[in-house]
């Protein structure tokens, strides 16, 4: 199971920090990533960790804003939101890959319930 956690309203330039807890049959050997959904849109990539090497993928936009980490020994996966934008508001998402390393949301095998973003301008 995945938990997300950490969303909430927050003003144009501030930050978040997005928590996610694994749990069960989602060990810290497999790799994670955090999506998001706004309304009328598809669920999109935001930032993606190997679980081995802990190297980082992101989406153009958010690059050089949010940092995705993750404690292995604690099954946790973190999203820090910096700078945040209204275009940022969004359902987020955490997921986690059992075998790829990618910004695929459709390779993705387990997903959290999500944890909404609001940023106001």
């Known amino acids: 199971q995945l938990q997300a956690s950490g969303g909430g309203l927050v003003q144009a330039g501030g930050s978040l920090r997005l928590s996610c807890a694994a749990s069960?049959?989602?060990?810290?050997?497999?790799?994670m990533g955090w999506f998001r959904q706004a309304p009328e849109k598809v669920r999109e990539f935001v930032a993606a960790?190997?679980?081995?090497?802990?190297?980082?993928i992101y989406t153009e936009s958010v690059k050089g804003r949010f940092t995705i980490s993750r404690d292995n020994a604690n099954n946790t996966m973190y999203l820090q939101m910096n700078s945040l934008k209204p275009e940022d508001t969004a359902v987020y998402y955490c997921?986690?890959?059992?075998?790829?390393?990618?910004?695929?949301?459709?390779?993705?095998?387990?997903w959290g319930q999500g944890t909404q973003v609001t940023v106001s301008s």
């Open positions: 960790i190997n679980w081995s090497s802990g190297s980082t």
């Open positions: 997921a986690v890959n059992r075998r790829y390393f990618t910004a695929v949301p459709t390779s993705y095998d387990y």
């Open positions: 069960g049959r989602t060990s810290s050997r497999y790799h």
